[in-house]
């Protein structure tokens, strides 16, 4: 177990979390299984429509572990802008936080955005 610190992050809201090298390896582990699950190959785009966080270096770490391309897509886009890099890239499966809030408590509801891009899925 490396008990080292890989990520030092702070939230918008001032939390700070700490993420050891063991617990990325076993989290992007764990997501590169269930990628592969989902048919995710080597040379697949996986897109990573998320605040910049813990999560979405997993995500990144998970696509990477098994060939994959990470595409990461801004979390302040819009449906449009969303839907222009998903079909541009040819993402097969899309990451998404549920919603986050900006700075000034704007509340942004990602997962809305892409059900609309994706079709529901």
Do not use: C, H, W
């Not at 992007?28 to 897109?47: E, F, I, T, Y």
């Amino acid at each position: 177990m490396d008990s080292r610190t890989a990520i030092v992050f702070e939230n918008e809201q001032g939390i700070s979390v700490r993420v050891t090298f063991s617990e990325m390896d076993l989290t992007s582990g764990k997501l590169a299984g269930a990628l592969q699950s989902m048919g995710v190959q080597k040379g697949d785009r996986v897109g990573i429509f998320m605040p910049i966080s813990p999560e979405a270096i997993f995500v990144m770490y998970a696509a990477m572990r098994i060939g994959a391309i990470a595409v990461p897509i801004f979390s302040g886009y819009g449906e449009e802008a969303l839907r222009t890099r998903v079909e541009d890239a040819g993402v097969k499966v899309l990451f998404v936080t549920n919603s986050f809030q900006r700075r000034g408590g704007k509340e942004v509801n990602l997962a809305e955005i892409a059900r609309r891009v994706r079709g529901g899925r």
